[in-house]
């Protein structure tokens, strides 16, 4: 039996439509020291699909997936998109929700994909006020059996169409100063030696991808399309950062890293993405029944952010 009342999917949200980009990414960036360039930079990859991010639909997809296998209502909230969090809670509340349980769409520990959206919670929770329905949110779950299990079955169709292919693995790149002082790059390593034995395979390699800091502010690397221009080897890419196949792995991988590969006349597949696979509805229904902690004080720390330009 489960202690909660409601199940919430708390995600990062999207863009629907053209006229919706501009804002989403202001929203995105706020307080950042990112180069308005920049952001426009990236507002044309969502320009590439229409200004459509897919991102929200597969959400919507991941509740209908769940709806038939959780004994409680869903409800879904982004960070800086429609339908916004507080929005959200605010519908709990109207609904008589007392305490839910929240499932951030982010498998690793890292500020932005674990404490900030606990910070997002406590916020909209304060926006709604003193009777905001109580939220506990789950802990990142990359090392859960049932994670490393729907991975596995992406990569192995990739496997049969590309043998002889290197094994790469993604994920969004993050600040070096967020990386040393939290679990993220561990994590990911984990994830990554388990998911390559599960198929098999001894050699693998963890590059990154989507940066969006300064150029003056270190990030993990290596970058992905750098790594192939060095190896100019048939490569399979793991998105095994992202749980579904959102703006990130369709442009920055289906479109920029498939350049640089026909680029290099190499071939290239991509593995699927977690997304609706039943191991990861499984695996929430379960974590749905059992108690959980907060993270401990000092865990995924913020960035330290870079001095404005002048």
């Known amino acids: 039996m489960s ?26 960036l706020r307080g950042r020291n990112v180069p308005r360039e920049r952001m426009l930079e990236v507002a044309e990859h969502y320009y590439h699909f229409d200004g459509r991010s897919p991102i929200n639909d597969q959400n919507r997809a991941l509740i209908e997936a769940l709806r038939p ?3 409680m209502p869903v409800y879904w909230g982004n960070r800086n998109w429609h339908p916004m969090l507080a929005d959200t809670l605010r519908q709990m509340e109207a609904d008589g929700i007392k305490r839910a349980v929240a499932f951030a769409t982010s498998a690793f520990g890292s500020y932005s994909g674990c404490r900030q959206y606990s910070e997002d919670i406590a916020r909209a929770r304060a926006a709604v006020g003193s009777t905001a329905p109580e939220i506990v949110k789950m802990r990142p779950f990359s090392g859960h059996p049932k994670f ?19 094994l790469v693995f993604t994920a969004h790149s993050v600040p070096q100063s967020m990386a040393d002082t939290g679990p993220y790059v561990a994590e990911l390593e984990a994830a990554c030696a ?16 989507s940066r969006s800091g300064p150029p003056t502010q270190p990030w993990l690397e290596p970058d992905v399309c750098d790594h192939l221009r060095e190896t100019r080897a048939d490569t399979i890419l793991v ?3 992202f749980l579904s196949d959102h703006m990130e792995v369709l442009y920055d991988l289906d479109t920029e890293a498939r ?15 977690a997304g609706t696979h039943p191991a990861m509805v499984e695996m ?4 749905i029944t059992q108690d ?15 001095a404005p330009r002048t």
């Open 292 to 306: 959980h902690m907060p993270c401990r004080e000092g865990c995924c720390p913020a960035p330290i952010r870079p």
């Open 148 to 166: 490393i299990e729907a991975m596995t079955d992406r990569v192995r169709p990739a496997l049969q169409e590309l043998p002889e292919g290197r």
């Open 239 to 241: 998105p095994i950062g």
């Open 194 to 209: 388990a998911v390559s034995a599960n198929v098999g395979r001894s050699a693998w390699k963890l590059v990154y991808q």
């Open 284 to 287: 929430i229904a379960e974590l």
């Open 259 to 273: 350049e640089v590969s026909r680029e290099l006349g190499i071939r290239l597949v991509r593995a699927g993405t």
């Open 3 to 28: 202690k909660y009342d409601a199940l919430l999917i708390v995600s990062f949200g999207g863009p629907e439509k053209r006229e919706d980009v501009i804002p989403f990414l202001e929203n995105v």
């Open 69 to 71: 296998v959780v004994s």
